[in-house]
Structure formats: structure tokens, C-alpha cells
């Protein structure tokens, strides 16, 4: 079946780095993204990796990918209170098929 | 270039009746799909429309209905309102199989009293 797990909540102290964790089940899944929500709004697209990459960088995110073990991580570098929000780690078969989307980690910024 | 509008932004209704929620794709984009987001989950896949026709739907029931209008803007009906479909429900729209991914709306919130 389906299921994207990942821990409900981290605190991080400003400035130093935060990993999200997440874990899926479903091993056809080519596209696995991370998005943001802040509160009261939509979702942001962060970043997303195929599933035949091991790591993408973008700026201050990396995404880690072990296929073997369906693992997925996202690291903030440097992270600051902006980064304060809902992160949700999500899969799909295809770019164009459904989003399936874990229950998202709740990061807080500690000064 | 406009992004995905959605309205209203918020609305109550009452057990029993029924709703309908709008969305504006982003300009060129011919895909839209529905998520129910409820309190403290991740969003849940709805259905999705492709160029008007239904193209895949998930795991709720009849009374969630939707319409795709020839300018690719689309609606979603709920029918029969129970307290549990209160929720955050958020349509995406992309141009299918287009590089770009899809890009989320900001949401209705919709509370069932």
C-alpha cells in the first residue's frame, strides 16, 4: 500500500541545521518531494528528487534518498526562524499522478 | 502569469448541506487536482480532471463531485455536509506532461457546524 511516515515534530536552535526524516512504502514511486506550509496557507514545493538520484542540493536544503531502505531526508542548513513551519514529505508514481502526502513535521526554531 | 486562486478563502456550513469550492488554475495549466487537508493531517488526494473529464479519484465517497470548465478552472462539490469534512481543501493545477511541477492554491477552509 501506500504510506509516507514521518516524525510530528522537531526543534532546532537557530542557525544550526534541522533533518526531517520520512520513510514511504510504495517502491514504484519515481517522484518524492518536500513541501512547506507556514500557518494559514497553502503548500510550497521546497524540493523534490527522482527516484534514481541519491542526493540533490539546493542552497542551503539537501535531500538525501536511500531507495533501499525508502528513506528520504531533508536538511536545512543554517536554519532560521523563517524556516519555522509544517514540512511534508510526499511521493508519486508519475510527475502527473496523485500526491501522496505523510501527516508533515512541525519545525521549531528555537532562539 | 498568475498563480492557483482559490475562493472563498473561508466559509461555515451546516451539517446536511451542501458546497461548492472554486479554483482558478495557474494560466496554461490543463491538469487540476483536489486534496482534502483535515487538522493535523497531510492532505488527502480528492480526484483529478483532465482536459474536463475525471482522471483518477481517491478513496472518497459519491457526494464529492467535481467539474472541470473548458478554461480549465474547476469546482469541487460536497454534497450531504458532515462534520468530519471539515477541512483545509486545496486544488493544484499543472500542464501535463510538462516539466514544471504542479503549483498549490492557498485553500478554502471549510467549517461544518
Known amino acids: 500500500g501506500e504510506d509516507v511516515e514521518q516524525s510530528l515534530f522537531l526543534s532546532v536552535r537557530e542557525g544550526d541545521s534541522s533533518v526531517i526524516n520520512c520513510t514511504y512504502t510504495?517502491?514504484?514511486?519515481?517522484?518524492l518531494y518536500w513541501y512547506k506550509q507556514e500557518p494559514g496557507a497553502g503548500l510550497q514545493l521546497l524540493t523534490y528528487?527522482?527516484?534514481?538520484?541519491d542526493m540533490k542540493q539546493d542552497q542551503r536544503l539537501t535531500v538525501l534518498l536511500n531507495k533501499k531502505d525508502k528513506h528520504l531526508s531533508l536538511r536545512i542548513a543554517d536554519t532560521q526562524t523563517g524556516d519555522s513551519a509544517i514540512y511534508f514529505c510526499?511521493?508519486?508514481?508519475?510527475?502527473?499522478?496523485?500526491?501522496?502526502f505523510g501527516k508533515g513535521t512541525r519545525l521549531h526554531i528555537l532562539p | 502569469e498568475t498563480g492557483v486562486t482559490q475562493s472563498p478563502t473561508h466559509l461555515i456550513k451546516t451539517r446536511g448541506q451542501q458546497v461548492t469550492l472554486r479554483c482558478s488554475s495557474q494560466?496554461?495549466?490543463?491538469?487540476v487536482s483536489w486534496y482534502q487537508q483535515a487538522l493535523g493531517q497531510g492532505p488527502q488526494f480528492i480526484f483529478q480532471?483532465?482536459?474536463?473529464?475525471?482522471?483518477g479519484r481517491g478513496n472518497f465517497p459519491p457526494r464529492f463531485s467535481g467539474l472541470q470548465f473548458p478554461n480549465y478552472s474547476s469546482e469541487l462539490n460536497v454534497n450531504a455536509l458532515e462534520l468530519d469534512d471539515s477541512a483545509l481543501y486545496l486544488c493544484?493545477?499543472?500542464?501535463?506532461?510538462?516539466?514544471?511541477?504542479?503549483?498549490f492554491g492557498s485553500g478554502t477552509r471549510l467549517t461544518v457546524v
Open positions: 510526499a511521493e508519486s508514481l508519475n510527475r502527473d499522478d496523485k500526491i501522496i
Open positions: 510504495d517502491s514504484s514511486s519515481t517522484y
Open positions: 493544484a493545477s499543472s500542464l501535463r506532461d510538462w516539466t514544471d511541477l504542479g503549483t
Open positions: 528528487i527522482f527516484s534514481n538520484m
Open positions: 494560466s496554461g495549466h490543463n491538469t
Open positions: 480532471y483532465y482536459r474536463e473529464e475525471e482522471n
